[in-house]
């Protein structure tokens, strides 16, 4: 038996090695699977496959284009077989939304799937319900999956953690390191130490550190309504240098703005790089001291024992932001308590 597990962030990755840890899992029977172009160095020693380009591919295809997934099913079926060789596996995903997470969880050799946690997802009350909020996008995709279901369809239109679709003779378990994941979820919800990674080495004690979220790349966020919370930051702290975590998406252009933001308030600044897991920094730095906005991490180091503050108030101006928030709306001040 196989396990596969899938990454598209450093939570997920920090989740399946407590995971992995957990189980005692050995090394041998393990395949990492990567998206949204995710990378460690750990990584780089281990089993891993990239389906990035399928994972971006498939999220462009909306319900009446949905026949255009099929030509996918086939390669990401031949990729597992010659990853696999015919063994069966049990799965490990974020959620079961994404058609590429779904081709894991209906997959024949698939013989359970498990739920991993993903950060601000897994803690926001919009997200624990089956139900869509739109009448009429509920009655469509209901139609469609009553359709799809026919012809014992390898994919389907569901909420992020609404599973029902997915029967395996194994029940799924949602695997958390907060429990205060997953709140108001039938599942069974199994709670598990995190751990640090010993092969990433990253501290920075005593500092400051500025951890950004991908809100303006996402159409979630105006990159002036950013600046100006940057501003705020700065204004408020009064930190000579900082350590600035970058989310993976945020593009060049938008990176070198918010150094010359810093460079004009005359703060020295030094660039953590995207492949170093900011939950590992949280975990070893002594006297970290995180700022932020709404990024998941904000919460991960203070349960990692940093001290957090939040200036997600200075962001609630901006209409993007507020429509953004209303639905992935986890509560950050609570979690902050």
Same mark, same amino acid.
């Given at each position: 038996m196989k396990h596969?597990?899938?990454?598209?962030?450093?939570?997920?990755?920090?989740?399946? %090695?407590?995971?992995?840890?957990?189980?005692?899992?050995?090394?041998?029977?393990?395949? +990492?699977?990567?998206? =949204?172009?995710?990378?460690?160095?750990?990584?780089?020693?281990?089993?891993? !496959?990239?389906?990035?380009?399928?994972?971006d591919e498939l999220n462009r295809i909306y319900i009446n284009k949905f026949y255009s997934i099929y030509p996918y099913i086939k390669k990401f079926d031949k990729k597992l077989k010659f990853e696999l060789k015919q063994e069966s596996f049990t799965a490990y995903l974020?959620?079961?939304?994404?058609?590429?997470?779904?081709?894991?969880?209906?997959?024949?050799?698939?013989?359970? +799937?498990?739920?991993?946690?993903?950060?601000?997802?897994?803690?926001?009350?919009?997200?624990?319900t089956f139900q869509f909020n739109n009448i009429w996008e509920s009655v469509i995709k209901k139609t469609f999956?009553?359709?799809?279901?026919?012809?014992?369809n390898r +994919?389907?239109?569901?909420?992020?953690?609404?599973? =029902?679709?997915?029967?395996?003779?194994?029940?799924? !378990?949602?695997?958390?390191?907060?429990? =205060?994941?997953?709140?108001?979820?039938?599942?069974?919800?199994?709670?598990?130490?995190?751990?640090?990674?010993?092969?990433?080495?990253?501290?920075?004690?005593?500092?400051?550190?500025?951890?950004?979220e991908g809100a303006v790349e996402q159409g979630n966020l105006n990159f002036n309504t950013l600046l100006?919370? !940057? %501003?705020? %930051?700065?204004?408020?702290?009064?930190?000579?240098?900082?350590?600035?975590?970058?989310?993976?998406?945020?593009s060049t252009d938008n990176r070198k703005k918010i150094e010359s933001t810093f460079k004009d308030h005359n703060i020295q600044f030094f660039i953590i790089p995207d492949e170093i897991p900011f939950e590992q920094i949280a975990i070893s730095s002594k006297n970290l001291h995180v700022l932020g +906005?709404?990024?998941?991490l904000l919460f991960y180091s203070k349960a990692f024992g940093c001290n957090v503050t939040t200036y997600e108030n200075t962001l609630m101006e901006d209409k993007l932001?507020?429509?953004? =928030?209303?639905?992935?709306?986890?509560?950050?001040?609570?979690?902050?308590?």
């Open positions: 596969i597990f899938f990454l598209h962030s450093h939570i997920t990755y920090f989740v399946s %090695i407590a995971v992995i840890n957990y189980k005692k899992i050995n090394k041998q029977d393990i395949l +990492f699977v990567t998206a =949204r172009n995710y990378t460690n160095n750990t990584l780089k020693n281990l089993k891993t !496959i990239d389906l990035s380009k399928e994972y974020p959620h079961v939304e994404n058609k590429l997470m779904q081709l894991f969880a209906t997959h024949k050799n698939c013989k359970a +799937f498990n739920i991993i946690e993903e950060g601000g997802t897994s803690y926001a009350p919009h997200f624990m999956n009553s359709i799809l279901s026919v012809f014992n +994919f389907y239109y569901v909420k992020v953690y609404d599973i =029902r679709t997915f029967k395996k003779s194994e029940p799924t !378990i949602f695997y958390s390191i907060d429990d =205060r994941a997953f709140q108001g979820l039938p599942y069974t919800i199994k709670l598990i130490p995190s751990i640090e990674d010993i092969s990433i080495s990253y501290k920075i004690d005593n500092s400051y550190a500025l951890v950004l100006k919370g !940057i %501003i705020e %930051i700065i204004s408020k702290e009064k930190f000579e240098k900082i350590y600035i975590k970058y989310h993976p998406v945020q +906005f709404s990024s998941s932001f507020q429509t953004f =928030r209303s639905k992935n709306n986890f509560d950050l001040n609570k979690l902050l308590n």
